[in-house]
């Protein structure tokens, strides 16, 4: 059977996703590497939410050592108008490495599910990390089954955050609430 290796942004994103890789026939495995979340108990709510969901949509998951917020702001110093693309190609290598390393041989990720992110920016990313590192990338556009994915989280009780994860995102969410 071929393997898949999400990358999960959160919990409840993760669900939907998760469910529609293996309906396409893919072994399916988490994985967590966030050093965008910001503040640290933000980024650990997120983390027991998804540990909270995986046993319950039997997903084994692997959880990323360490917390490397300090190199998420190394790489965005100086891009800070292009803080997403640093995002995405910090959290994309790492997964498609890891993928690499447990001999899976696709990688993908939760951010795809959502309507908030910039979509095709993270395909971009995707295809040329694959290219790179010599895994495929699995690409679809599930935006219109973000609500699915929440309504399968909703009788769980999950922890929900308020924004997308970085302090730029916190900021622009409490200033302009149309943002995010
Ligand atoms: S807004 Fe979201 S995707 Fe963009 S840099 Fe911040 S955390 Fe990453």
Not at 13 to 19: K, L
Not at 69 to 85: I, K, L, Q, S, W
Not at 128 to 140: M, P, Q, R, S
Request: net charge neutral; proline share 4%.
């Amino acid at each position: 059977m071929n393997s898949v290796l999400i990358h999960t942004c959160c919990a409840h994103c993760a669900a939907y996703t998760a469910q529609h890789w293996r309906e396409q026939g893919y072994q399916a495995s988490g994985f967590w590497y966030n050093p965008n979340i910001h503040p640290f108990m933000e980024h650990q709510s997120r983390l027991e939410a998804i540990k909270k969901l995986a046993p319950e949509i039997s997903l084994p998951f692997t959880v990323s050592e360490g917390y490397e917020m300090p190199e998420y702001f190394r790489r965005v110093a100086g891009h800070e108008t292009d803080h997403c693309r640093c995002c995405f190609e910090m959290r994309l290598t790492r997964t498609a490495e890891v993928a690499h390393r447990m001999g899976i041989e696709s990688f993908t990720t939760t951010l795809l599910i959502s309507p908030h992110q910039k979509h095709e920016l993270i395909k971009e990313i995707g295809e040329k990390i694959a290219k790179e590192k010599g895994v495929n990338f699995l690409y679809a556009d599930l935006r219109k089954r973000y609500s699915d994915s929440r309504h399968i989280t909703k009788p769980m009780d999950l922890y929900r955050q308020q924004y997308c994860g970085c302090l730029y995102s916190e900021w622009e969410r409490y200033t302009e609430p149309e943002h995010k």
